[in-house]
């Protein structure tokens, strides 16, 4: 599968450029509207389609804010560079300071 992915990179992000607010509103109105469908069905019913609902809404909402985010947040910033200067500090220290909180925490 991540092969197939990886070969199909083009295409994928040219639909993803292409349909990214259907698919980030079509995720969003299914995830709302799941929970009032929820109510007024009962049993094996309500499962299936609240399952079905809810797993399409994430998805599709999970790919549209992914191209939304590449297509608008992807230039770069000012900030961008200021950030990275300050995370590289506790990118290199934060492993030492885990190890010696667990440690602490197992002993």
Do not use: N
Not at 33 to 60: A, D, E, K, N
Request: charged share 15%.
């Amino acid at each position: 599968l991540g092969y197939a992915t990886v070969a199909a990179e083009k295409e994928i992000r040219h639909d993803c450029k292409l349909w990214s607010w259907t698919y980030f509103v079509t995720g969003t109105v299914l995830s709302i509207v799941q929970f009032p469908i929820q109510r007024h069905l009962s049993g094996i019913y309500r499962q299936i389609t609240s399952g079905l609902m809810c797993g399409f809404g994430m998805w599709l909402l999970l790919i549209g804010s992914l191209a939304l985010a590449r297509e608008y947040l992807s230039e770069p910033k000012d900030w961008h560079r200021t950030f990275r200067i300050m995370a590289m500090p506790f990118y290199l220290i934060h492993q030492q300071i885990i190890v010696v909180i667990l440690t602490g925490a197992m002993w």
